[in-house]
Nanobody, 121 residues
Framework: QVQLVETGGGLVQAGGSLRLSCVASGSIFSITSMGWYRQAPGKQRELVAVITSAGSTNYADSVKGRFTISRDNAKNTVYLQMNSLKPEDTAVFYC???????????????WGQGTLVTVSS
C-alpha cells in the first residue's frame, strides 16, 4: 500500500559528499516522521537522522555538523545531505516513515529497501 524508494547511494572518497533521496508513494493520508537509518557490516541498524512533519530534526552524534536532513511534504520526500564523509560512514542507508494510510486510521511503519553508501579512504 505504501512504498519508500531510496536513491543517491554510491561510492565516494573520504571527504566527499552524497545526497540521498527517499520518495513515499501509495495510499498516503499523512506522514508523521521521516528518517534515515544505517547498518554497517556486522553492526546493528542505527538512527542517523529524523525529521518531523513540522521540521524538527534530530541527529546521531556521529553525524552532527556533517549531515543535514530535510523534507518536502508536498512531494512526500525526505533528503539526507552528507558532507565530509568518512570511511566509517560506509553502510546501507534505509529510509523510514510513519504513515497514516489513506481512507483508514491505520498507522504503518514503512521501510525502504536500502541504498549502499561506500566511502573509500
Amino acid at each position: 500500500q505504501v512504498q519508500l524508494v531510496e536513491t543517491g547511494g554510491g561510492l565516494v572518497q573520504a571527504g566527499g559528499s552524497l545526497r540521498l533521496s527517499c520518495v513515499a508513494s501509495g495510499s498516503i493520508f499523512s506522514i508523521t516522521s521521516m528518517g534515515w537509518y544505517r547498518q554497517a557490516p556486522g553492526k546493528q541498524r542505527e538512527l542517523v537522522a529524523v525529521i518531523t512533519s513540522a521540521g524538527s530534526t534530530n541527529y546521531a552524534d556521529s553525524v552532527k555538523g556533517r549531515f543535514t536532513i530535510s523534507r518536502d511534504n508536498a512531494k512526500n520526500t525526505v533528503y539526507l545531505q552528507m558532507n565530509s564523509l568518512k570511511p566509517e560512514d560506509t553502510a546501507v542507508f534505509y529510509c523510514h516513515a510513519g504513515v497514516v494510510v489513506g481512507g483508514t486510521n491505520r498507522y504503518l511503519e514503512v521501510w525502504g529497501q536500502g541504498t549502499l553508501v561506500t566511502v573509500s579512504s
